[in-house]
């Protein structure tokens, strides 16, 4: 497990940025940004030779990226058995609208670990984890929902992915067209995307008296720019 | 390649939903919509042992799914040598808040292929899935941008997967607390997530008297439920 700060990933040959190298992304703040406000991720892992994808719940805490799930998950089952995995996380900024449909693209943000899991067994440190995943979801929320158990806690696996070997990518402006197209009668600009909150819908059981917290009302991720 | 109609997959070892298998979904039509509303998909293969999971777009075609991409990437180089592949893709619906930590919880749908890709060369088909991405990303556009030239086409590879062996896994619905938890005073409840579109911006270079399309004001994949 890497302790050390690192202000810049040096990037090896499987995190080097290759096509369309100018978008690649090699410091740790600007990962670590990505990291924190994509609300999923997509672990990869190979089960009997087949690559699995599959979407969860991650959250960063200092050098290390942690997830949960259950013990008898394929997912964590194949984490767990020392293969090596991958964990990527996407933002989606915007739909980028060329003049020509060869030259369309999407702005986004994406980060790309590549590394060997670990188990995280003891009791206080899934309760760490724990903390930091719903504050990583929901901030303030932890001090107001009824706190796991060691029995929930000891029900559950975390596991850990150090983040070592890892790199991003990013693409940002405006649409880039051939010289001959910017003459034609199209309309070209960015449509900017986010994930985005609705109105809290109540629980049909929750006791009366109980609104909303201003958490869920105001929930975002970031400002649709 | 896979050209008859299927209305329900028959789960494999692989693709039976085990976690929560009362989330699992194996109709056809369910398993379309999916991937048609999710804008990226993530696309999951393995070089030199190594798991790597990539973001692009993709649309479905009937039974196939295509994405594309340059010759030269990695991914593009993997997914045809024949390896087998995953694509995943996901849209995260809401945050369920319970009044549990541990029961805190998403509701998103996924869906998951496996499979072997295929090349497609040909470059009329190559045109007809250009014009589906086009629909996919942005309906209505296609007819309005440049359409790609024949060596735009050739300059990009376009490859299939056929949609034989998917499954698809879903969270609807409020949160499930323990019975004792009922009685906390806590609010618990929904919050609607959806990837959403701010107001488009103009292109610094766009020609006077040109504005925004109907289809870029009003740009939704979905309503926030």
Redesign the interface.
């Known amino acids: 497990m890497n302790t050390k700060p690192q202000n810049t990933f040096e990037p090896t040959s499987?995190t080097t940025v290759?096509?369309s190298a100018t978008r690649g992304i090699y410091d740790r703040d600007d990962i670590d940004k990505i990291l924190d406000e994509a609300?999923?991720c997509?672990?990869?892992?190979?089960?009997e030779?087949?690559?699995?994808?599959?979407?969860t719940?991650h959250v960063r805490m200092g050098d290390n990226i942690y997830i949960h799930?259950?013990h008898?998950?394929?997912m964590i089952k194949c984490l767990l058995s020392g293969e090596?995995?991958?964990?990527?996380v996407?933002l989606?900024d915007g739909?980028v609208?060329?003049?020509?449909?060869?030259h369309?693209s999407?702005n986004?943000r994406?980060v790309?670990i590549?590394g060997q899991a670990f188990d995280v067994p003891d009791i206080e440190k899934k309760r760490e984890i724990?903390h930091a995943l719903?504050d990583h979801?929901?901030p303030g929320?932890?001090a107001?929902?009824?706190?796991?158990?060691e029995n929930?806690l000891a029900a559950?696996a975390f596991i850990g992915l150090p983040l070592d070997e890892c790199s991003a990518k990013a693409r940002t402006g405006?649409?880039v067209d051939d010289d001959a197209?910017?003459?034609?009668?199209?309309?070209?600009?960015?449509?900017?995307?986010?994930?985005?909150?609705?109105?809290?819908?109540?629980?049909?059981?929750?006791?009366a008296g109980?609104?909303?917290?201003e958490y869920?009302n105001q929930?975002r991720r970031v400002q649709?720019?």
Request: proline share 9%; with cysteine.
């Open positions: 499987r290759k096509r609300l999923v997509h672990v990869g892992f190979v089960d030779a087949q690559p699995v994808v599959i979407p719940i799930g259950s008898a998950s394929r090596p995995a991958c964990l990527t996407t989606v739909l609208l060329a003049r020509s449909v060869f369309h999407m986004y994406s790309v590549f724990s719903m979801v929901v929320r932890w107001e929902a009824r706190q796991p158990s929930e559950t405006p649409p197209d910017y003459q034609l009668d199209v309309w070209a600009g960015v449509i900017p995307m986010s994930l985005s909150a609705g109105v809290p819908m109540d629980d049909d059981k929750l006791r109980i609104v909303a917290p869920a929930y649709i720019k």
